[in-house]
Structures are given as C-alpha cells and as structure tokens.
C-alpha cells in the first residue's frame, strides 16, 4: 500500500461507513452502510490537499459528503490521478447500488456515491492505495 498522496489533480474514491441515517441535500437520506464516493480534486494543493479535507472529521459542510465524513471518518482512499470522477461514477454504477442525486448536481451522473457490500472489489482498475492515517497525521501533505 502506498502512503503517497500527490498534489497534483485526479479523482479518487473514498470509503465511507454510515451508522445512522444521515440526511443529505433536500429530503434526501443515506441509509446505514458502506459506501463509495468519487470525487476529483483538480484545485489547489490537488489530491492531497481534498483528501486532507474529507479527514478532517469537524468542518464547515459545503458538500453532500461532508456529513458522511463526521461519524467514523474516511475508511479507506483509493487515487486516479489524472482521471475523470464522471467515468469512475459510471463504472461504479454498473456494480452498485446509487444514492440518486447525491454528489452529482454539477454534473449528468445519478450519483457519486454508492452502496457497496464489497468495496475493494467494487473499485474501478487502475487506482492506487493512499494509508488513510497517512492523511490524518498530516504527514504526507505537510511533506509536499
Ligand atoms: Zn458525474
């Protein structure tokens, strides 16, 4: 597994596990679970600087997955440098089930989060593995 988070831009795919009944945007609701989200970062301070961000458990919330990231933290990171979060979406949505509307008002996709009864199985080829503690301690970003 690689500790190395890139600051350059890419999507990723974060691992979250709900233990409650999490509201999100208007009337929707996540049901208790495991779940993916796919995201990109093509900002400032690119992948390093998102992922740092979903870590951190208290923080304003301005997307839909901030309210995920609260109870048990990010599980699990896997990065697609250079790759296009709407493609990931797609692929994910042909294993798993989507939570409509979710993540995706930006873009033509029913979702960018879905439920996954296997996640490491239910990730699109061609990522690679970011320590989530990694993150959390700040090392990897601070070393950038
Ligand atoms: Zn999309």
């Not at 890419?10 to 596990?17: K, R």
Request: charge should be neutral; include cysteine.
């Amino acid at each position: 597994m690689s500790n190395d988070c890139p600051k350059t831009g890419g999507a990723y795919i974060i691992t979250v596990i709900i233990d409650v009944l999490t509201p999100f945007g208007r009337g929707g609701t996540v049901q208790p679970g495991t779940y993916l989200y796919v995201g990109s970062a093509y900002g400032p301070g690119g992948l390093a600087a998102r992922l740092s961000r979903h870590a951190r458990k208290h923080k304003r919330r301005h997307w839909h997955i901030d309210a995920l990231t609260e109870g048990r933290g990010v599980n699990a990171i896997r990065i697609y440098p250079g790759s296009d979060e709407c493609v990931l979406a797609r692929e994910l949505a042909e294993r798993c089930r989507a939570v409509k509307g979710f993540g995706s008002s930006d873009c033509d996709c029913p979702s960018h989060l879905f439920r996954s009864d296997d996640p490491e199985g239910d990730m699109p080829p061609g990522g690679s593995d970011v320590e989530p503690s990694s993150i959390k301690a700040g090392l990897t970003v601070s070393a950038l």
